[in-house]
T-cell receptor, first 112, second 111 residues
Framework: DQQVKQNSPSLSVQEGRISILNCDYT??????FLWYKKYPAEGPTFLIS?????DKNEDGRFTVFLNKSAKHLSLHIVPSQPGDSAVYFC???????????FGTGTRLKVLA | SQTIHQWPATLVQPVGSPLSLECTVE??????LYWYRQAAGRGLQLLFY??????ISSEVPQNLSASRPQDRQFILSSKKLLLSDSGFYLC??????????FGEGSWLTVV
């Protein structure tokens, strides 16, 4: 049972435009959500997180939105840059469990 | 600052041979430690996590085992590798249920 889903395996966006990556979850106990960026043959690097007590968190070009009623979160990258091309993973955890469940990833390609 | 190291970075092993991947964390005490695997074209699958020395939780039945002999050391092992064990293995750490941080990864090819 995939508790965290990223239904779009790939996304292409023009440089300078907005990239929107989506993530859905099924476990209502999840209360902390994270986004990671991963290049081939490297470990994922942390981008941004959000707690369930918020519905938006912003850090520079990256903004994460959380819709708890829909069990949906999204990552917005504005403006997109060629260096943003990578695989993006969302992850979720439930308070006190110390377990982080990851989605299957979305490959973002930013076209110059 | 905290750092995490895992090794070896690349490994080619024959079917039936043993495996040992090692991970150490520096700059923090009593971290939660994790082993994930990314199979080709797939997401990150949680294999094991540990909240303390000798405390290992296994997430999926498999041909692998994990051990935590010291506070900041996490080892992934197998007695006999299978072809299906091939993949990219990632060690990670966190403290107090906050952000999880990953090592550089170890690419295992079983031939």
């Amino acid at each position: 049972d995939q508790q965290v889903k990223q239904n779009s395996p790939s996304l292409s966006v023009q440089e300078g435009r907005i990239s929107i990556l989506n993530c859905d979850y099924t476990n209502s106990m999840f209360d902390y959500f994270l986004w990671y960026k991963k290049y081939p043959a490297e470990g994922p690097t942390f981008l941004i997180s959000i707690s369930s007590i918020k519905d938006k968190n912003e850090d520079g070009r990256f903004t994460v939105f959380l819709n708890k009623s829909a069990k949906h979160l999204s990552l917005h990258i504005v403006p997109s840059q060629p260096g943003d091309s990578a695989v993006y993973f969302c992850a979720a955890s439930a308070g006190g469990t110390y377990k982080y469940i990851f989605g299957t990833g979305t490959r973002l390609k930013v076209l110059a | 600052s905290q750092t995490i190291h895992q090794w070896p970075a690349t490994l080619v092993q024959p079917v039936g041979s043993p495996l040992s991947l090692e991970c150490t964390v520096e700059g923090t005490s009593n971290p939660n430690l994790y082993w994930y695997r990314q199979a080709a074209g797939r997401g990150l699958q949680l294999l094991f996590y540990s909240v303390g020395i000798g405390q290992i939780s296994s997430e999926v039945p498999q041909n692998l085992s994990a051990s935590r002999p010291q506070d900041r050391q996490f080892i992934l092992s197998s007695k006999k590798l299978l072809l299906s064990d091939s993949g990219f293995y990632l060690c990670a750490w966190s403290v107090a249920g906050n952000t999880i941080y990953f090592g550089e990864g170890s690419w295992l090819t079983v031939v």
